[in-house]
Structure formats: structure tokens, C-alpha cells
């Protein structure tokens, strides 16, 4: 497994479980002027740049994928989008952690499917399993898994106050 490949892989996920644990720390760190869950977008598009480019450095690209490859990676964007829309930018980006008051959503996906923004993103890297070695999307499966046991553990007494 190639080291660059490995960590480039990961690297969103200790920046993700310290904004969880540290909800305080980051909107302090954000200050006044600054939404922290649009801060928390750019570092973690930025961040997932660099997990693309850490993955596609190990692919082999063909065309056409493999049959496969389209339900689960439909599937999973249609998981990924409808998580964004109903939620928002603060939603899917740890707005409730940051104080905001997020509104609670039964809509499909959720109540139907546990975690479906992970799912989703966990469908779509499987679905290119035909080009990139197992090892790198299992890491960053565990990523996932990492992070959906850190969330699962949330106390509401740890959220972070709105800087006034």
C-alpha cells in the first residue's frame, strides 16, 4: 500500500472527529464574522480534493465500468444529494455541533436508512472497486465507520455556543 495513497486517503477523518469533539474550539476559532459549517465545507471540500487525487494516484482507469458500477454509484449520490437538500449546508455540516438549530428530518432517507449520507458515500466507493485496489477503499470505509461511531456518541451538552 503506498504511504502517499494511504494518508492522503484518511486525511479528512482526524479533522472531522477533532470539529466533533471540539465544536467550541472550531467556532471560536471561525469567530463572529463567520459561518462555521460554510468554513467546515470549504476545508473539508478541499480536503476531499486531496482524497481524490491521493486515490486516483493508485487507479487504473477503463471504460466502461462494470455493470455494477452504475446502481451502486447512482444509488449512492442520490443518497448523498438527497441528504444535502434536506438538510443544507449546515445540516451536513455539523451545524448541530455548532450550535445551530438544526431541524429534525423523517423524510426519505432518513428513518429508512441509518446514517445515508455515509451509505451513500460508502455505495459510490465501491462501485469502483474495478479501478481502484481494494485496500484504499477499505480504509476509507473505515473512515466512515470510525466516523459514524464518533457521531453516534453525541451529547448534547458538548455543543458548541454561538459567539454573540
Known amino acids: 500500500m503506498g504511504v502517499f495513497a494511504a494518508v492522503g486517503v484518511l486525511l479528512p477523518f482526524p479533522y472531522y472527529y477533532w470539529l466533533w469533539t ?19 465545507s470549504y476545508v473539508s471540500h478541499f480536503l476531499k480534493l486531496l482524497q481524490f487525487i491521493s486515490l486516483f494516484s493508485v487507479s487504473t482507469l477503463s471504460w466502461p465500468p462494470p455493470l455494477y458500477f452504475w446502481p451502486l454509484f447512482g444509488f449512492g449520490q442520490f443518497l448523498n444529494f438527497r441528504v444535502y437538500q434536506l438538510l443544507g449546508e449546515s445540516g451536513t455540516y455539523y451545524g448541530v455541533r455548532f450550535g445551530k438549530n438544526i431541524p429534525w428530518v423523517t423524510e426519505f432517507p432518513f428513518g ?19 479501478w481502484t485496489p481494494f485496500q484504499y477503499i477499505l480504509l476509507w470505509t473505515l473512515g466512515y465507520v470510525f466516523m459514524i461511531y464518533v457521531e453516534s456518541k453525541e451529547d448534547p451538552a458538548t455543543r458548541a455556543k454561538p459567539i454573540s
Do not use: E, R, T
Open 22 to 40: 471540539n465544536p467550541q474550539a472550531w467556532v471560536n476559532l471561525c469567530g463572529k464574522d463567520k459561518n462555521p459549517s460554510k468554513v467546515m
Open 112 to 130: 429508512v436508512i441509518q446514517d445515508p449520507q455515509y451509505v451513500g458515500s460508502i455505495l459510490s466507493l465501491f462501485a469502483c472497486l474495478s
